[in-house]
């Protein structure tokens, strides 16, 4: 399948969440691929059935993803014990990088309809069964399941934000080991950041697709009050210890804190650390809360100045004492729907955010307030940069003024 077919065609929600995971381009760049894998386990020491799991697998995932071309079994032949590799590759016919590939998967997963509907649906579970399961392991020591998180960009790192934003998965079920501020690290012993899941909330809310790791939960985690519960359209559930809800935020406060003072940086010894020391890593974790919906933190913290004209004078709203200021969406995807990130959300006073209204004045005016947003707002700007690809300014400005709800 060509990369513009697929940026271009309806993809099944479990093959998106699998690219949206974990992509990887060939070393000629002229292959994109995702790819689901695993590795024998002790406890299912039998090569048989792992074999006999690759073929199930294989059915399940070219029977959910049957518009698409099917997954490939690139599994090694050589080894007695291989590692399962099963891939869905893709031909880079639009000869993207991979950060413009990951900008185009982005806007293509915020085009999706399935991600703005209520509830905890089969579709967004499937996403979900892409992104974690298809390179995820069973911790057979703590009831986690773990993937190797890979990010190229703070806009990648950044992309773990969407369970909890849009496939209500709760941020209290996941966990974010980045791998500058492991132990091992600081040791001189690098590992992979990871992404962890609460094993026992994704057993009874999401499933497993995959026969064998099903099959070890059932060797290691019976004898912990999991036991097996259903088989509905391939997919094992399972019955767990009840998981007591929590409003500490500790996932989406480490997720922030990393791309905005560690990723990228080269760090010593001691300031990993003293990070480590202010992240409470050894020890108990500070009571962060995420009760603040995105507008509103950003209604607190955001400077009272219009983002456009740079006026920090409008009226003093009666109820909050402060000067009134409305929140705008600076781009919208043209579907009724906003791009809910920190640097797509500006304070615009009356005037400004009246006349960036669709239809409400001529476009050169629009255009103009919108350049000044991208000017004053350097957040902004790359946010928009990335969202469309480019780095034309007016080709930018043009792309935000079409799309104006």
């Given at each position: ?17 699998a ?28 090569t ?15 029977a ?36 413009s ?9 915020m ?51 969407v ?14 080991n ?97 990070l ?16 603040l ?47 809910d990130?920190?640097?797509n ?29 991208l ?31």
């Open positions: 399948m060509k990369v513009s077919a697929f940026l271009e065609e309806r993809t099944q929600p479990l093959l998106l969440g690219f949206y995971g974990r992509y990887v381009f060939s070393k000629d760049g002229k292959k994109i691929y995702t790819e689901v894998s695993y590795k024998s386990s002790k406890f299912v020491p039998d048989a059935k792992l074999l006999q799991s690759r073929d199930l697998l294989l059915e399940k995932l070219n959910v993803c049957a518009r698409q071309p099917f997954f490939k079994d690139c599994t090694s032949k050589e080894t007695e014990s291989p590692k399962i590799v099963l891939r869905f590759i893709l031909e880079n016919d639009l000869n993207l990088s991979q950060n590939f990951y900008n185009k998967l982005y806007v293509k997963l085009s999706e309809d399935f991600i703005y509907d209520e509830g905890l649906t089969e579709s967004k579970k499937q996403f979900i069964r892409g992104f974690a399961e298809s390179r995820g392991s069973i911790d057979t020591n703590r009831p986690l399941l773990a993937l190797d998180y890979f990010y190229n960009s703070v806009n990648e790192v950044k992309r773990a934000r369970l909890y934003d849009y496939l209500n998965v709760p941020f209290s079920v996941l966990n974010f980045s791998r500058e501020l492991q132990s091992e690290y600081i040791a001189g012993k690098k590992r992979n950041t990871q992404l962890r899941f609460n094993l026992f909330w994704y057993l009874s809310n999401i499933g497993l697709l995959n026969d064998y790791k099903a099959e070890i939960v059932r060797k290691v985690y019976t004898d912990k009050n999991v036991k097996y519960l259903r088989t509905e359209n391939g997919v094992h559930y399972f019955s767990c210890p009840e998981i007591t809800p929590s409003r500490k935020d500790t996932f989406d406060f480490r997720l922030r804190y990393y791309y905005n003072n560690v990723f990228g940086k080269e760090l010593s010894a001691f300031e990993i650390g003293e480590r020391k202010e992240l409470k890593f050894d020890g108990e974790p500070r009571d962060f809360k995420r009760n919906g995105l507008i509103e933190m950003i209604r607190l913290y955001a400077p009272d100045e219009c983002a456009a004209c740079g006026t920090t004078k409008t009226y003093t709203h009666k109820n909050t004492g402060r000067q009134y200021f409305e929140h705008h969406h600076v781009i919208s995807l043209g579907k009724n729907y906003e791009l990130d920190e640097n959300i500006v304070k615009l006073c009356p005037t400004c955010h009246r006349t960036v209204k669709k239809g409400s004045a001529p476009e050169n005016e629009q255009k103009e307030v919108i350049a000044k947003i000017k004053n707002r350097a957040n902004v700007y790359a946010f928009a940069s990335q969202i469309f690809d480019t780095d034309d300014f007016d080709g930018i400005t043009d792309k935000i003024w079409r799309a104006l709800k």
